[in-house]
Each structure stands twice: as structure tokens, then as C-alpha cells.
């Protein structure tokens, strides 16, 4: 009892020089610091870590008593800076059309593509909104058939920032696939090096393919010298990894 009431008075002793209504600051940033609300505040005053920004589009507000309790409990000198009686933090934004999300994405897309694959056309929403400095992240999409022609699948991919996933945008697209899109990454029989990883060691092995794969397949392979077969995810052309029995 006697550390709280300790902590009560030294909240109280923090500065009360408050403005009479609600501050709004404007944030473009994963974090909210000290200064983000007080510009006043240097030092390590300044650098205490107030939690996450609030999601694109959203916003978290601050009482004077949460700001001097952030004061208190980090042990920073606070003499002389002005608490605000509130302050509210809005997640800067900005709204992405359909084709400002076509520029952003169809790169990342095209790249996870097979050789042979080639996309033809995007649907996408008709605006996101999300924040400015947003990249793109993993990309989900189902196997595409192994048929000459045009196919339509979908996707999801992911608008990150810091590697926080900020939002998710689902598109449909139109691919032409021609012969070379139809052959896998790794017909069986194909040599390739097994690794085996226990975590305190790290073993490879020649190993044959036992049917077709491509890249992220998990699929039986024989090791050359044993003959034991085991199951591995596919990684490039030339390895896999034994995944857990």
C-alpha cells in the first residue's frame, strides 16, 4: 500500500498546466512515443513508449492521468513539461484507388508466378484505406492448374508496414498459362540435397524425388544411401527440407 500511495503522489506532483479541451495529434508511425503527445518533452522523457498506433483509419485517446502515470512508472523527469487534460491520436491515412493498389501489388504478384505464367488482368477492390508508407507483404493464392490457357484465380495479399500486417486486400485475376507453366519444378526421380534439422544439428543427404513437386510441396523423398523414405518440403530446385514425421 505504501508503494501506490507513493506513486499517487508522485502523479500528483507531475506538472498540471492542461489545455481545456481535447488535443488531436496526427501520427504516421507503428509506435506512440511521449513527444508524439507532448512536443515539449526531451530526453527520455521524451522516448517513453506509449503502446501501438491505432489502426488505419482509427484513433486512441490519452487522459492527462494516463500521461502522468506513464511519467511516474518510468521514472523520467518531468518537471516543467505542460500535461494536456487530453489527447487523442489519429493514424494518419491515405486512400489507394484501384489502380494505385494495381502499381503496388502486380509486382509482388508476378513475381510468385510460375516461368510460362503471365497475369492478363486484376480485379480489385475500388480504394483501401490504409496508411502512406504501406508495402506489400506475403501474397496467398491457391496452385495454379497445370493446362495451357487462360485460368482465373484469386488472391489475398497483405499491406504491411515495420512487418505489421495493416490491412488485407482480396483480388481476382486472369492468368494465360503456355507449356512451360504446365511442367513442375522437380519431376520424380529428380536428384536433389535433403536437410535434416534438429535444431542442434543440421545433417544433408543426397535424395531423389519421389513424385512431381514444386516450390513449397511437401513430398516423399528417398534417401540415396539408406533408401528411407522421408517427407520434405520442397525449397528450391535443389533442396528440401525433412519436415516433422
Known sequence: MRRWFSVIACVMAVST???KSETTRMLDAQRITFRDLV???TGPLAAIDL???PPPGGSRLFSADDLRTAIVLSRTNAENVPIPASVRVVRVTRRFSEGELDVLIRPSLSALLPPGATIVAIQLPR???TVPQVSVG???MPR???RVGLTRTSAVAELVVGGDVLTRVPLTMDVRLDERATRYL???GAPLNLVIDTGLTRVTAAAVVQSPADLGDVV???VSRTRKILRAKIISSREAVVVQQ
Open 39 to 41: 512536443p515539449e518533452a
Open 220 to 222: 516423399p523423398c528417398q
Open 127 to 129: 480504394s483501401v484505406l
Open 144 to 146: 495454379l492448374p497445370k
Open 17 to 19: 498546466a492542461s489545455a
Open 186 to 188: 522437380l519431376e520424380r
Open 138 to 140: 506475403d501474397i496467398r
Open 51 to 53: 503502446g501501438a498506433a
